[in-house]
T-cell receptor, first 118, second 112 residues
């Protein structure tokens, strides 16, 4: 059973370009979460999605960031017109359970996509 | 509202000596608490979890944590450190169906 797959693992963009990060959850998982990790910071929640639905996007910046999880295919985190402050590691996690996975305990994390904005 | 504070950004130990990584939490509801480990350039892996069952929780790789409600703490311990334990450790809290709140992490350094 393959784990959570994220690609690309590393992405370099110039200011003003777009970044697309993809996440394929574990087989059988229909809940996807995106987190951002800045240097020397913990992970910050961005968005929680189920298939074709955004459940909680309270951690998403109001502009330039969007996420989707279509019926078919991976979840995508899209950052338009990137700025240097967007440089970070972006982690995707999946769970077979609703909510935060809290009552069951576990999110399964991918290895992250590291975005560098020049 | 919920929050978690990891009291040490870095902890250094010698191989074979005990490990203590401290975590305090704040939660309006009965929390679930977790410790995750992150090795360099890797994703996070669940070490152990507390979800209102036994207050002493055993995890993988010999790690344990004790939930102390009176002290609002959930410290992570291991009797004897191994070189492979060197990594970053995150204490995480969740209440009800809220999203997980991560601490800022504690980097564990293990010297020979």
């Amino acid at each position: 059973n393959a784990g959570v797959m994220q690609n690309p693992r590393h992405l370099v963009r110039r200011r003003g370009q777009e970044a697309r990060l993809r996440c394929s959850p574990m087989k059988g998982h229909s809940h996807v979460y995106w987190y951002r990790q800045l240097p020397e910071e913990g992970l910050k929640f961005m968005v929680y999605l189920q298939k074709e639905n955004i459940i909680d996007e309270s951690g998403m910046p109001k502009e330039r960031f969007s996420a989707e999880f279509p019926k078919e295919g991976p979840s995508i985190l899209r950052i338009q017109q990137v700025v240097r402050g967007d440089s970070a590691a972006y982690f995707c996690a999946s769970s077979p359970f609703s909510g935060s996975g809290a009552n069951t305990g576990e999110l399964f994390f991918g290895e992250g996509s590291r975005l560098t904005v020049l | 509202a919920q929050s978690v504070t990891q009291l040490d950004s870095h902890v250094s130990v010698s191989e074979g000596t005990p490990v203590l990584l401290r975590c305090n939490y704040s939660s309006s509801y009965s929390p679930s608490l977790f410790w995750y480990v992150q090795h360099p350039n890797k994703g996070l892996q669940l070490l152990l979890k507390y979800t209102s069952a036994a207050t002493l929780v055993k995890g993988i790789n010999g790690f344990e944590a004790e939930f102390k409600k009176s002290e609002t703490s959930f410290h992570l311990t291991k009797p004897s450190a191994h070189m492979s334990d060197a990594a970053e450790y995150f204490c995480v809290v969740s209440s009800g169906y809220s999203t997980l709140t991560f601490g800022k992490g504690t980097m564990l350094l293990v010297s020979p």
